[in-house]
């Protein structure tokens, strides 16, 4: 992709080392789709000064979009928000307590005013946040649209060529 740049335009954060096996699936949509983004442990009470020092400075670095997956008490998300302009693509984690409801209502129900885009809990939700950031980023990258076409034209024939679910 000649019109993309190779610093991170995405960022995806996570509260715990433990979100990864969730958030791995928003990694792998981003790589397949050839856009350049980071991974960090950013957690919104155990490391709340990097927090700040990691929304404050998103859109000086370039971040067009970030990628927050927490679980339980799940403020992350809202906190980013809270601190930088940047869209905030909230990933609802499961937990093991309440099976992600608890994550999933911590970040959906934001206030007027500060809005965190929120998504599935999970698997599904990791993957569709990344798949939304890459379109939003299709309007500025023209090569990522045209990936993203690509994916859904062969997610679209594999569902077509595979539709008799006994074979
Ligand atoms: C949240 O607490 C994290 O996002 C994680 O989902 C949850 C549990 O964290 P660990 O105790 O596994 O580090 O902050």
Do not use: C
């Not at 983004?37 to 067009?64: K, W």
């Amino acid at each position: 992709m000649t019109d993309i740049v190779q610093a991170p335009l995405v960022g995806i954060v996570m509260g715990s080392r433990s979100d990864w096996e969730t958030m791995q699936h928003a990694a792998v949509r981003l790589e397949a789709l050839g856009i350049p983004h980071e991974v960090r442990v950013v957690s919104a009470h155990r490391t709340p000064d990097v927090l700040f020092d990691y929304a404050a400075n998103a859109a000086a670095r370039g971040l067009r979009a970030i990628i927050a997956g927490a679980g339980g008490a799940a403020h992350l998300p809202g906190m980013l928000a809270s601190k930088t302009a940047v869209p905030v693509l909230g990933v609802p984690v499961q937990s093991k307590a309440l099976n992600g409801m608890d994550s999933l209502l911590s970040i959906v129900q934001m206030p007027a005013g500060v809005p965190v885009a929120t998504f599935a809990i999970g698997n599904a939700g990791a993957a569709n946040a990344a798949l939304f950031a890459a379109a939003m980023l299709a309007v500025e990258y023209p090569a990522i649209g045209e990936a993203l076409d690509a994916f859904r034209t062969r997610q679209t024939n594999d569902v077509a060529s595979n539709d008799d679910p006994r074979q």
